[in-house]
């Protein structure tokens, strides 16, 4: 007799080292819309002005895709990959386990399992489950399926915190390159959707408002269509004001092996390009910043050398030094090594005192880089070096970071 073998189901903590497996290309993770979440917490060296809040776990209803994107490990030619599917109930409860573990909440997603409204049945049955049964009362992130029906997405939005729906490319042509059962219209028009739901319910008066959630993000994948960066914070910045987005998401693009389907180059766009882009994000939403002014027709693509920030002042090297003294608080801001809470400081301690370099240093700011750039009280302390852009340029240049670990799908 034939000797019968059954396939070990994985155990629970096998289930939720998959999901971080099938969780890598995916960096919409943060529990908090007021804050920002990344991979180096150094990316917002001298731009930041508030802390990343920690990670929360990410959670798979199912890894098992119809969909076969050229960098997604959950892709349907993926032969080497452990497929599973978990019921609502059953994806709630490791939901709500996780979520309280961390203690900072929790991320729903899925792989398109059939189809999308499919999936996002089961992502909404799961999100009820854990707000009516297991009365789980924290934050919920929940992901939008490409194409998903405005009903489903509703229903989410019912019981999430949070929504987000990728749009992965820069350019539209990008889609038939990396994934082809990804268009333009299957993503744009549920981010749409999601945007419109968003501003209706807000304004919706007292105890007739329904709950629905607060905001959206997405992801994009930069090097997945050979664009500058120029076109990636022009969109950027369009799916701000579009769409009113809390965070757009940069997520290096991976190619490293075949895909069938796919005629691709192996592609490893470099992390410190997505650490730029994080930097010059934060000088969109944050700094009063155009995409014309950080990545001009004339310099589309962001160095590796110099953050954003300070990129933009040494092609405008003719607007310093800034006296501190006189300058408005969007000045302020313009100045290398100069952010948002100390510009609100030095401003609070012209009311009381003449700012002299020692004095910003009582308050904390940094003139590491800030000195070539200001004067206090007319004084200058940035020696010879801001008379010879080329050697100031040395100066601040920050040396090539090193390669995070490549995702290998």
């Not at 155990?11 to 497996?21: A, G, I, P, S, V």
């Not at 290309?25 to 180096?40: L, Q, R, S």
């Not at 076109?231 to 069938?260: D, G, M, N, W």
């Not at 070539?372 to 020696?383: A, D, H, L, P, S």
């Amino acid at each position: 007799m034939a000797a019968i073998h059954l396939q070990t189901l994985p155990d629970r903590e096998e289930q939720l080292h998959l999901m971080q497996e099938d969780a890598r290309y995916d960096v919409a993770d943060d529990g908090d819309k007021d804050h920002t979440c990344i991979p180096d917490p150094s990316v917002f060296t001298d731009i930041a002005s508030r802390p990343a809040p920690p990670k929360i776990p990410k959670v798979f209803v199912s890894n098992d895709c119809t969909f076969n994107c050229a960098y997604c490990g959950c892709r349907c030619s993926n032969e080497r990959r452990h497929r599973y599917s978990h019921e609502p109930r059953e994806m709630a409860e490791m939901a709500v386990s996780e979520a309280v573990k961390n203690g900072h909440g929790i991320f729903v997603t899925s792989a398109i399992c059939r189809n999308a409204d499919y999936t996002e049945e089961r992502i909404v049955a799961t999100l009820q489950y854990m707000r009516e049964e297991l009365h789980y009362p924290g934050f919920i992130h929940a992901k939008v399926m490409p194409g998903t029906d405005p009903a489903l997405i509703e229903q989410a939005g019912r019981y999430a915190n949070r929504l987000s729906v990728n749009i992965e490319v820069a350019r539209a042509s990008g889609y038939e390159r990396i994934a082809k059962q990804k268009n333009r219209d299957n993503i744009l028009t549920p981010m749409r959707q999601i945007s419109a739901l968003i501003r209706r319910k807000k304004a919706e008066a007292g105890r007739s408002r329904s709950p629905f959630a607060t905001s959206q993000t997405t992801q994009l994948m930069p090097g997945s269509t050979q664009e500058d960066d120029r076109t990636i914070l022009t969109l950027s910045e369009a799916l701000y004001r579009t769409y009113r987005l809390s965070r757009v998401y940069y997520s290096p693009f991976q190619y490293r092996h075949p895909a069938k389907g796919y005629d691709l180059d192996p592609v490893s766009t470099p992390s410190w390009r997505t650490r730029r882009l994080y930097q010059a994000d934060r000088l969109l939403q944050l700094y009063g910043f155009t995409p014309e002014e950080i990545v001009p027709a004339s310099a589309p693509l962001l160095e590796e050398e110099l953050d954003p920030k300070l990129s933009w002042a040494m092609r405008n090297i003719h607007l310093f030094p800034v006296e501190v003294n006189s300058a408005d608080y969007d000045t302020l801001l313009r100045i290398p090594g100069m952010g948002i809470v100390y510009a609100k400081k030095i401003l609070r301690a012209r009311r009381y005192c003449t700012i002299t370099h020692d004095v910003l240093r009582k308050i904390g700011v940094s003139l590491k880089r800030s000195v070539y750039f200001i004067t206090c009280n007319g004084k200058y302390e940035g020696g010879a070096a801001a008379d010879r852009p080329d050697s100031l340029r040395r100066l601040l240049a920050t040396p090539s970071t090193p390669v995070y670990e490549q995702l290998s799908f």
